[in-house]
């Protein structure tokens, strides 16, 4: 592998063309198919208020790798996500992160940690997937699969890691053109292709992001968090969330939580980690602060439940010394956090039986198995990663809304809050202090199995081969895990000389060597450098090394292989111009696309 491949994101021009042909030819966009595209029940409200703004479904992708490039983002929102946090920005935007950086294996580790784009591509990738979803909502084709009404959403910024960072000019801006995008919207519509002409000239709403949430990372100290809360909300006039870090529950405890109840052994928890971080009796006082300091200037203020944590690179799949843990046992520590903050501050924070005003969003390990009890807690939002990274992709985030809607419904509601209400005289009636504990006790009780050592444990499945430039056994598990979507699929049926039902390919531009593919794909070898390598940027290509080919053509599209992939030029060729082949239209230079 590389050491630090660089993402060439793809321009608006060429995302909405790959959603008009991909949809006219396969009925899909980005690969999702279209029974994974939420369609909201006529009869049940799910829609919530994140800081005061309305949002249509309470879940979205969690700040990472899914919520990084516009790709992703319409991804979420075509699965049913209405709330967005995007990947933390900050000023060092040149980061070389080492690879593989993600490791799904069993529970969920990752080392990567900010933005991999420079700050001003961050600034396009969010205008781009906020111009391609208000298009979307409009365009006539999907109006049977979205709904009469797809119902507001919201982008939520996240920002780190210190203040001297978020002064300077390059997240400044970042910032303030998030809150008024008019100039970026402007730059980009005339990118708009001819096949969305009829959408070309709507209004898209300038003001893209006004809420940030603080990502103050690991070791961020307490002074740090509060000087960066107050500028954010004095010098750029937008509510604040602030993200805490598991270590508040405090070694002993998380050590109990982690190697003890739950059975990771193998986990060995940092503790110098935890002497870093914000203390909890400083993080009461200071959460309570905040929250006045913003209300006497008009603001909101929240808290968002849970970092992730670190640990031990024990493994050394990934090259670091430490990693961040997520997935199930980070769940199970961010709600005893929830219920430690909650007997701490008894009637300050927004959830059933509290009645504050200090909204709490949670972030960890949610899944389709726990996403109506985590909602229950009061929760707003609850946001995505390491599910989102498993077999289905972003094809998981439909069947979770749809589960959370017929539990609503099957209990006599028609809204979130009215749901909560009768769940909370319940749980008040069987002696429980509110809905946080009693998940609590069933994540620690009856479901401990879900999150403990024991059900975290399957590797995997695998077959014994070796992985094939051409012909596997047609998984479809690297489309799905792959969270920039850089893979996608061709039909092979009746071709001559390509055996099996599909082949699957890769927009190399971009793939950033995560790993996940490698780490799910049931054959031996990694897809992303054993699977054909497309390339759209010459000068990607020229700098690149091993086999791979770069694209061309106008409608027929043609291959220019290197490093020794000239063998494979002729079925690669003919995949590429069957029926439902390269799923992003060809054109030449001199082609005139805008409207």
Known sequence: MSEAPPLTPMSLNELLRRVHHEWTSRQRIFDLPSARIWTPADDIDLSFEFLGRPAASPIGPAAGPHSQMAQNIVLAWLGGSRLFELKTVQILDDLDIARPCIDMETIGYNIEWSQELEVHQSLEE????????????????????????????????????????????????????????????????????????????????????????????????????????????????VDVIVKLNPTLL??????????????????????????????????????????????????????????????ANEKQWMPEDTMYLSGPPLHVLATALADKLADALPGQLMLPGHDGDIQVSFSAGVAKENLVDTIAMGVRPATICSDLLKPGGYGRLAPMLRTLTD???????????????????????????DLVAVHLERVLGDDKNRYALEGNSKLPRSVDHELETWGCVACNFCVTVC???????????????????????????????????????????????????????????DAADGPRFLLGGAGEVTATPAGGADEHVGTLVALLNSAEGLPLPMQSADTTEGH
Not at 168 to 187: C, H, L, N, T
Not at 289 to 294: C, K, S
Not at 409 to 424: C, K, P, Q, V
């Open 250 to 311: 405090g070694f002993e405890r998380a050590s109990d939580i982690m190697n003890t109840q739950l059975g990771y052994d193998s986990v060995v928890l940092v503790p110098s980690s935890f002497d870093a971080d914000l203390q909890f009796d400083r993080a009461i006082s200071l959460i309570g602060e905040l929250n006045q300091y913003a209300k006497d200037r008009g603001h909101r203020f929240g808290i968002k439940l849970t970092n992730t944590l670190v640990v």
């Open 407 to 433: 539990v609503v419904r099957a209990e006599g509601a028609t809204d979130l809050e009215s749901w909560r209400t009768e769940r909370l005289s319940i749980a008040a009636r069987d002696g429980h202090r």
């Open 483 to 541: 969270p920039n979507d850089a893979f996608f699929k061709i039909p092979t049926a009746g071709m001559e000389g390509l055996e099996g039902r599909q082949q699957y390919l890769l927009f190399s531009e971009l793939c950033n060597e995560c790993g996940n593919c490698m780490t799910f794909c049931p054959e031996d070898g990694d897809p992303a450098q054993i699977k054909p390598r497309l390339y759209l940027d010459e000068g990607r290509f």
């Open 126 to 237: 969010y205008v781009k997937a906020w111009m391609i979803i208000e298009i979307l909502r409009r365009w006539e084709p999907l109006a049977e699969h979205l709904g009469p009404d797809t119902g507001p959403h919201v982008f939520d910024l996240s920002v780190g890691y210190d203040l001297a960072g978020i002064q300077s000019d390059k997240v400044a801006g970042f910032i303030r053109a998030m809150g008024d995008a008019s100039a970026e919207i402007e730059r980009l519509r005339p990118e708009i292709p001819a096949v969305f002409g009829d959408l070309a000239d709507i209004e898209f709403p300038p003001t893209v992001s006004d809420s940030v949430t603080l990502s103050t990372f690991h070791g961020c100290p307490p002074d740090e968090i509060e000087a960066i809360t107050k500028h954010l909300l004095d010098d750029h006039d």
